[in-house]
């Protein structure tokens, strides 16, 4: 689907470049492999998963951290807005995973999402640090 970004003729050098950095940044990712075809949902935890993606490929491929991060933060199962719950309510039932086209671990790349929309990189490096220093 993204392979039509190599024809536009109309796009200049910096358009063609921003094309170049996005297909090879997915190319790296399992996300691309995603058609946002929605045969994932429903989900039972109200998760909008499709849109999780989106928000965790923005942030990781086109470095929109702040935009993906403040949507992410805006979404509820129930909201008018962003409706869908976020990454962190997975159970890991798996029941997206045979619906899924592409086969991809749906619940490992919500859990991943989760972590990079909600700044968690770091912080959970942190806050294990801190823990296994109080502990030990």
């Not at 691309?32 to 490929?57: K, M, N, Q």
Request: aromatic share 4%; proline share 7%; glycine share 8%.
């Amino acid at each position: 689907h993204l392979k039509s970004l190599e024809t536009i003729p109309y796009w200049g050098d910096a358009e063609r470049q921003t094309a170049a950095r996005l297909l090879s940044e997915m190319a790296r990712s399992p996300l691309d492999r995603c058609g946002d075809c929605s045969r994932c949902l429903p989900c039972p935890a109200l998760i909008d998963i499709p849109e999780v993606f989106r928000l965790h490929h923005l942030a990781r491929s086109l470095k929109m951290d702040h935009y993906g991060q403040t949507r992410y933060g805006m979404m509820e199962p129930k909201d008018h807005w962003i409706p869908g719950a976020t990454g962190e309510k997975c159970s890991r039932c798996g029941e997206c995973l045979p619906r899924c086209p592409q086969h991809l671990d749906i619940p490992t790349l919500l859990h991943q999402a989760h972590h990079r929309l909600k700044g968690l990189k770091g912080m959970d490096q942190a806050a294990n640090n801190r823990r296994e220093a109080e502990g030990a």
